[in-house]
């Protein structure tokens, strides 16, 4: 890893090279630029309003994601997950059905993508203090994971679109599904 600073990161958008390569394994999880590097995520994925970020969305292609599910103006009924950091993540079981749900991306503003997703994954993980997990998540947090590891495989999104016609901007997407509950 390279030296980090201490502001919050820019995003890397659609067409940065780091977005499309197999992210690193991360060796020593205790290591401080490790750590200043997590602390740093957490920070841009707040200011960003968003409920997930990978490492390789702020240019550094090591094996790190952030969930931190919340309801924002993104994500109105996201659940609540504390910020929480996800290191060398695998799944290790899925169910085998699928649903579609929308998504957007940090690295991909302005878009919205119907995208088939597994509702329910076993996972491993190690945390910030390099302790081994085992989780089961569901729901809108088993997508937020798939999504992000995706990040870590050299992935977005719409590499995961049954169809083009599955994609909007996410100015249509307020207007045709943000505010029409009653």
């Not at 994925?45 to 390789?56: E, L």
């Amino acid at each position: 890893m390279k030296k980090i600073k201490s502001e919050p990161y820019a995003i890397v958008q659609l067409g940065n090279a780091v977005l499309r390569k197999i992210a690193a394994e991360v060796e020593n999880i205790l290591a401080e630029e490790c750590q200043q590097l997590i602390s740093e995520m957490m920070s841009t994925v707040s200011q960003a309003g968003g409920v997930g970020i990978a490492a390789p969305q702020i240019n550094h292609s090591v094996r790190i994601f952030i969930m931190c599910s919340k309801p924002n103006e993104r994500y109105p009924d996201a659940p609540f997950m504390p910020p929480t950091a996800i290191i060398n993540p695998e799944i290790l079981h899925y169910s085998s059905d699928k649903i579609k749900g929308w998504e957007g991306c940090l690295s991909v503003p302005s878009m919205r993508g119907l995208v088939p997703r597994h509702s329910q994954i076993k996972v491993r993980y190690f945390d910030q203090q390099g302790q081994e997990q085992l989780k089961e998540f569901t729901g809108f947090i088993a997508r937020i994971f798939q999504h992000e590891l995706d990040h870590l495989n050299g992935l977005t999104f719409i590499d995961q679109l049954e169809s083009t016609k599955d994609l909007i901007s996410e100015v249509e997407w307020y207007q045709q599904f943000a505010f029409k509950k009653i």
